[in-house]
């Protein structure tokens, strides 16, 4: 499998693709491709479009070139919700999330690949077994562990369920598996010990997986919806989906005020995603190919 | 082994207690609570009333679990096509030498990146029956305008072509990874053979492409039947339960109608579904997935 993936990544920088024959064949293909990235903007070019229309002028529809933009709808967006404040909740969720599942996850990858212990298979098919098991199931058993720790509606709770993924253990386990046995060997000569091993040696070895794993707790934790849904109620706490459905209950038909949201919800990710595409794409193509 | 016995039960806790602390806490244990409570009629106030497997037979007899059910069988039914038909379409375009090839991809996976709730609203007032930009084109055209989501029978659609839209590109990423590695001296080897385009895509792509389809109709079900975000914003499971689906249900049962107990069995009913679905699959893998 493993051989596979370096040949197929080696492929993929070399490769240019079939040869298109005829002029007639390569428009086509052009034409193509541009109505499908039409279709995949256009969206995102109406909702800042609408969230600049005056409400009077929304009941037929924004037009194209809108005639008097205003910037309205983020001033009753910014009165309705402490909107920075969820804005950086989303952030500061999705980056504490994503760093202890980075470092729990590549520990335990450690503990699984490079440690000899007793029941190691059943323990691994415990991880594996929360694996199978989705948010969705265990949404209620949780919310009811919550309220009785008395933790519900804090940052803990919308923390808590991300500590740890086995998703991202299972994937680390592989990379570190693939480190070569004798550099440990080398190093352990040298007088170094499993921390060191595993944080000068193996670390290193491993960043695409650990990129990979980081793309997918981010992601995750970014569009987490049920969950909070569940288990926040305060306004200061609340991240950007659940704000964002709590600003539609409130302003129904108001899809400039809508919009603005939404338009606000799409740049902290739109600008993450603009600086790391490249890293981000390759992680999920990464976890395909198997 | 590299150091003593004791020494080494240290090293194993230091590694892996940090990650098996918090999945033992927040997922084994409500795992084994969640069976627990699927035998009581609990309403999280009252104590919880023993009633064995009384929540499992009153939802298999409950006309509602069946409708939502079919609900989320017509949702992954109305995706998968789609979505898979879509990405393989983009993905053959963009395996082709193409100018601007990089932009066009990260313009196709933009939607993945976005969050399930903003696409959610962002269709849905694309969407929308009055003003909505879809019916104003469909309106110009001559076309039926239809109610979409304030409509039963388009509620659902609604759901699926919007969801469609967002996962295109996440499985247009996977599936050109795949195209990508399939080796070219097999088209070389079929052109000297005098095979045309339309064959070698049959012959061709499509076997050697199918461990990547294996796993994006694998992923594709998992989440498929799991689909709750993009419902909850766009229909709330409405008009008149139309497009309700089945973590609708187990929401709506825990905390709108108070029936923790047979929330808790949906959510196993929902459950042994997934693991019984992804075994078929895996299973039936050998007899269509081939790895080259």
Same mark, same amino acid.
């Given at each position: 499998?493993?051989?596979?993936?370096?040949?197929?990544?080696?492929?993929?920088?070399?490769?240019?693709?079939?040869?298109?024959?005829?002029?007639?064949?390569?428009?086509?293909?052009?034409?193509?491709?541009?109505?499908?990235?039409?279709?995949?903007?256009?969206?995102?070019?109406?909702?800042?479009?609408?969230?600049?229309?005056?409400?009077?002028?929304?009941?037929?529809?924004?037009?194209?070139?809108?005639?008097?933009?205003?910037?309205? =709808?983020?001033?009753?967006?910014?009165?309705?919700?402490?909107?920075?404040?969820?804005?950086?909740?989303?952030?500061?969720?999705?980056?504490?999330?994503? =760093?202890?599942?980075?470092?729990?996850?590549?520990?335990?990858?450690?503990?699984?690949?490079?440690?000899?212990?007793?029941?190691?298979?059943?323990?691994?098919?415990?991880?594996? =077994?929360?694996?199978?098991?989705?948010?969705?199931?265990?949404?209620?058993?949780?919310?009811?562990?919550?309220?009785?720790?008395?933790?519900?509606?804090?940052?803990?709770?919308?923390?808590?369920?991300?500590?740890?993924?086995?998703?991202?253990?299972?994937?680390?386990?592989?990379?570190?598996?693939?480190?070569?046995?004798?550099?440990?060997?080398?190093?352990?000569?040298?007088?170094?010990?499993?921390?060191?091993?595993?944080?000068?040696?193996?670390?290193?070895?491993?960043?695409?997986?650990?990129?990979?794993? =980081?793309?997918?707790?981010?992601?995750?934790?970014?569009?987490?919806?049920?969950?909070?849904?569940?288990?926040?109620?305060?306004?200061?706490?609340?991240?950007?989906?659940?704000?964002?459905?709590?600003?539609?209950?409130?302003?129904?038909?108001?899809?400039?005020?809508?919009?603005?949201?939404?338009?606000?919800?799409?740049?902290?990710?739109?600008?993450?995603?603009?600086?790391?595409?490249?890293?981000?794409?390759?992680?999920?193509?990464?976890?395909?190919?198997? | /082994?590299?150091?003593?016995?004791?020494?080494?039960?240290?090293?194993?806790?230091?590694?892996?207690?940090?990650?098996?602390?918090?999945?033992?806490?927040?997922?084994?244990?409500?795992?084994?609570?969640?069976?627990?409570?699927?035998?009581?009629?609990?309403?999280?106030?009252?104590? /919880? %009333?023993?009633?064995?497997?009384?929540?499992?037979?009153?939802?298999?007899?409950?006309?509602?679990?069946?409708?939502?059910?079919?609900?989320?069988?017509?949702?992954?039914?109305?995706?998968?096509?789609?979505?898979?038909?879509?990405?393989?379409?983009?993905?053959?375009?963009?395996?082709?030498?193409?100018?601007?090839?990089?932009?066009?991809?990260?313009?196709? $996976?933009?939607?993945?990146?976005?969050?399930?709730?903003?696409?959610?609203?962002?269709?849905?007032?694309?969407?929308?029956?009055?003003?909505?930009?879809?019916?104003?084109?469909?309106?110009?055209?001559?076309?039926?305008?239809?109610?979409?989501?304030?409509?039963?029978?388009?509620?659902?659609?609604?759901?699926?072509?919007?969801?469609?839209?967002?996962?295109?590109? $996440?499985? /247009?990423?996977?599936?050109?990874?795949?195209?990508?590695?399939?080796?070219?001296?097999?088209? %070389?080897?079929?052109?000297?053979?005098?095979?045309?385009?339309?064959?070698?895509?049959?012959?061709?792509?499509?076997?050697?492409?199918?461990?990547?389809?294996?796993?994006?109709?694998?992923?594709?079900?998992?989440?498929?039947?799991?689909? $709750?975000?993009?419902?909850?914003? /766009?229909?709330?499971?409405?008009?008149?339960?139309?497009?309700?689906?089945?973590?609708?249900?187990?929401?709506?049962?825990? $905390?709108?109608?108070?029936?923790?107990?047979?929330?808790?069995?949906?959510?196993?009913?929902?459950?042994?579904?997934?693991?019984?679905?992804?075994?078929?699959?895996?299973?039936?893998?050998?007899?269509?997935?081939?790895?080259?």
């Amino acid at each position: 499998m493993r051989d596979t993936r370096r040949r197929t990544a080696r492929r993929a920088a070399q490769y240019e693709g079939p040869e298109t024959r005829s002029l007639a064949a390569r428009i086509a293909l052009y034409v193509a491709v541009l109505v499908g990235a039409a279709i995949m903007l256009f969206p995102f070019l109406w909702t800042v479009i609408t969230s600049i229309t005056p409400e009077g002028s929304l009941a037929d529809g924004p037009t194209l070139i809108v005639d008097n933009p205003t910037l309205g =709808a983020y001033r009753t967006l910014l009165d309705a919700m402490p909107i920075w404040r969820i804005i950086v909740n989303s952030l500061g969720v999705a980056v504490a999330s994503t =760093a202890l599942q980075l470092v729990t996850g590549s520990m335990a990858a450690y503990g699984f690949a490079r440690l000899r212990f007793p029941l190691k298979n059943v323990v691994f098919g415990f991880y594996l =077994a929360t694996l199978m098991v989705p948010l969705q199931v265990l949404v209620v058993p949780l919310f009811i562990e919550m309220k009785t720790l008395n933790l519900q509606d804090t940052y803990f709770a919308l923390l808590a369920p991300t500590i740890a993924s086995a998703f991202g253990v299972f994937l680390l386990r592989q990379a570190v598996t693939a480190v070569p046995m004798e550099l440990d060997e080398a190093a352990t000569i040298d007088g170094a010990g499993h921390l060191r091993i595993f944080t000068t040696i193996v670390l290193p070895l491993i960043r695409p997986a650990l990129a990979t794993v =980081a793309v997918f707790a981010f992601m995750g934790s970014w569009n987490s919806f049920l969950w909070p849904l569940v288990v926040i109620r305060s306004p200061e706490l609340m991240t950007l989906p659940l704000g964002l459905s709590t600003l539609q209950g409130q302003f129904t038909t108001q899809w400039d005020v809508v919009m603005a949201g939404s338009v606000v919800s799409i740049v902290p990710i739109a600008i993450v995603y603009l600086l790391a595409q490249r890293h981000i794409i390759a992680g999920v193509a990464h976890t395909g190919i198997k | /082994m590299r150091t003593g016995r004791a020494k080494n039960v240290g090293w194993v806790l230091f590694f892996l207690l940090p990650s098996a602390i918090p999945l033992f806490i927040f997922t084994l244990v409500p795992m084994v609570s969640s069976l627990w409570v699927s035998l009581h009629r609990w309403n999280l106030i009252s104590p /919880m %009333e023993w009633v064995g497997l009384g929540n499992y037979s009153n939802l298999i007899t409950d006309p509602m679990t069946r409708r939502v059910l079919l609900h989320t069988l017509i949702y992954v039914a109305g995706y998968l096509p789609i979505v898979y038909a879509g990405g393989l379409c983009l993905a053959l375009a963009l395996n082709q030498r193409l100018k601007g090839r990089a932009f066009l991809r990260a313009t196709y $996976f933009l939607p993945v990146v976005t969050s399930w709730v903003v696409v959610a609203l962002v269709w849905k007032w694309l969407l929308n029956p009055t003003n909505g930009l879809v019916n104003q084109v469909l309106g110009t055209l001559g076309l039926p305008e239809p109610g979409w989501w304030t409509d039963p029978h388009w509620a659902l659609p609604a759901v699926i072509l919007s969801s469609a839209w967002k996962d295109l590109g $996440f499985v /247009m990423v996977i599936l050109l990874a795949g195209l990508q590695s399939i080796p070219g001296e097999f088209y %070389e080897a079929a052109k000297v053979d005098g095979s045309n385009a339309w064959q070698r895509f049959w012959r061709i792509t499509l076997p050697l492409l199918s461990p990547s389809t294996f796993f994006v109709v694998v992923i594709s079900l998992i989440n498929g039947f799991q689909v $709750f975000d993009q419902v909850y914003v /766009m229909t709330a499971g409405g008009p008149a339960g139309s497009s309700q689906v089945v973590v609708g249900q187990i929401y709506d049962l825990t $905390f709108r109608y108070g029936r923790a107990g047979e929330a808790s069995a949906l959510s196993w009913i929902l459950f042994a579904l997934i693991l019984v679905i992804t075994v078929i699959q895996i299973r039936g893998q050998r007899r269509w997935v081939h790895y080259a």
